[in-house]
Structures are given as structure tokens and as C-alpha cells.
């Protein structure tokens, strides 16, 4: 998710390195989910249930954490990948990467749980590093989002959805367009990381609907 965030030239460069490799940790773990759709093509429930217990287990070690108990590498790499708002606090954003790639795949058919996911890896992963690292223009139409954020969720939803229809047979690029123009609409909602669920859901659901 892009958050809005104060000027870039008013932070600190240290701060804003520190920033900017959290942000790239935390994404390229986010990238990760578009492995689903590959999963899911090769047993839809193996990766449901794969889905579930990850996520149920995150959960799991990220209570203990709260509490003192510290998980090798995972806590570790939890604290390191965590927004200055998390601090202190359950990381809920592993819980809603996960049920947003699980609630698709649940629901849809797995071509539209496929968009959905592709939506959510590439088009809100890519939004956020747009944002840190490249965000200057942020009206106030806008909600603290950058117009560079919602180029890059569009080309990236677009691209990657596009690619997906061609390598299914059908390349249908109004899909792609449709897909694209639903997750930056729905990326600009300020939802915190609840938008991991939401895009998701949007995504598939408009295009299923539609199509």
C-alpha cells in the first residue's frame, strides 16, 4: 500500500534510507504472492490450504512476539520489514497479504482469482515503491497518494494482467484495462493494509462480474 508521507526533501537522508530498504524488503516479500496463481493451477486446494496454514502461523509467531518470544528469522524479519506505525504493535500486514490472495482463490474462478492476485502483487507491491521512492506529486484528490504511486499501479496491474490473458490464450486487453483502472480507484482508498484484502476482491469481482 502507497501511504501518504511528508515531502521527501523534509526527511532526513538516513531516515530515508532506513525507510526505503524496509519499503523494499517488505515489497519483495509481497512480490511473492503472485507465486499463488502458479500453485493454485497446479492443485487449487494444496494452495488454499498452504494459504490458510502460512498465514494462520504468521499469526501465530507474531502473538508470541508481542509477548517476548522471538522467532528465529521470522520475528526478525517481521521488525525489519514493519512501517514506523507498526512499531509496538501486531504486524497485521502478513495476515492481510495472505487472506487476500486466499479470499480470491476461495471465491473466483481461478482466471479472475489469478487478475485478482496479479493485482495485488504488482499492482499495489509496485504503487508503494513508486511512492517511497519516486512520489513528489501528491494533490489532494489524491489522498495523500502520489500520482507517480497510481502510474505505477496501473502499468503494473496492466502489464501483468495483459501478460496473463496472452500466456492463457485469450490476450484481452480490455481486461488488462479494466483490472488496471479497478485497483488504482481502489488503491486510493485509504485503507491502511487492509487494501492487501480489498484490491483483491475488487479486482476479481468487477472482472468475473463483467466478463
Known sequence: MESGQKNLEEIPAELLQDRRKSELLRKSLHFLIAFVPILAGIN????????????????????LRQRGVSIPLISRLTVAASRRRDMG????????????????????????????????AFGDGTASLAGKFIG???????????????????LGTFLSVWFYTIITGNGNI?????AACTAVVTELIPLRDWDNIIIPMAVGGLVWLIY
Not at 487449487?44 to 502473538?63: D, H, P, Q, V
Not at 489522498?143 to 505505477?152: C, D, I, N, Q, Y
Not at 480490455?174 to 479494466?178: G, P, S
Open 44 to 63: 487449487r486446494y494444496f494452495t488454499l490450504i498452504l494459504l490458510a496454514s502460512g498465514t494462520l502461523a504468521y499469526g501465530l509467531m507474531e502473538y
Open 89 to 120: 504493535r501486531f504486524v497485521l500486514g502478513p495476515v492481510t497479504l495472505g487472506l487476500g490472495a486466499f479470499l480470491p482463490l476461495l471465491i473466483y474462478p481461478l482466471p479472475f482469482a489469478s487478475i485478482a492476485i496479479y493485482a495485488l
Open 136 to 154: 513528489r506529486l501528491r494533490p489532494s484528490f489524491l489522498f495523500g497518494k502520489s500520482v507517480e504511486g497510481s502510474v505505477a499501479c496501473f
Open 174 to 178: 480490455f481486461i488488462a484495462l479494466l
